[in-house]
């Protein structure tokens, strides 16, 4: 039995050691809730908060809206083959410039930007306007060349009033 007594005795030692006491659990499921709070409260910070500070708010405030600048109605025939019918394009837009300044900058090389429209626009084809796509190709196209005619200013964006192929 006293072996017996022994085998039980050791065997509560070895149970009481591996088992780590009440107040040792609380610290642990603590520092676990913690640790959770802090990598929380950090990602919250670098992640949703924006980066938005003081400045960038006033920065955004005193940002003027876009100027425009309308460019005169361009209508040319389309590039066919022999013996197809002819068709036209008409095509109504509007420059997006960044500040009113740039209007009285821009206005000197207008007759250089309506050649460029018409240039560019007789070459293409109407196969090249099908879709949402052409029109996204022709909005850069024009954007690109009214940039190189007017360099060094810049604009931002060619925007279409109307674009009507008949």
């Known amino acids: 039995m006293a072996d017996e007594d022994q085998v039980v005795e050791g065997t509560e030692e070895v149970a009481a050691e591996a088992a780590p006491s009440g107040k040792r659990k609380i610290f ?23 980066g938005h500070d003081g400045q960038h708010a006033k920065e955004e405030a005193k940002a003027a809206p876009p100027v425009f600048l309308d460019v005169p109605d361009v209508l040319v025939n389309l590039a066919s083959n022999p013996g197809e019918r002819i068709q036209y394009l008409k095509v109504k837009a509007v420059l997006e410039l960044k500040e009113a300044p740039l209007v009285e900058k821009v206005k000197p090389a207008m007759p250089r930007v309506t050649d460029l429209f018409q240039t560019y626009l007789r070459e293409l084809r109407a196969n090249d306007l099908n879709g949402s796509i052409g029109l996204f190709r022709m909005k850069e196209e024009l954007t690109k060349r009214v940039n190189a005619a007017i360099a060094p200013e810049h604009v931002n964006a060619v925007l279409f009033k109307e674009v009507v192929i008949q």
Do not use: D, K, P, Q
């Not at 640790?35 to 949703?48: I, K, P, Q, R």
């Open 28 to 50: 642990m499921i603590a520092g676990a809730v913690v640790l959770t709070l802090a990598v929380s409260a950090l990602g919250w910070y670098v992640f949703l908060r924006g």
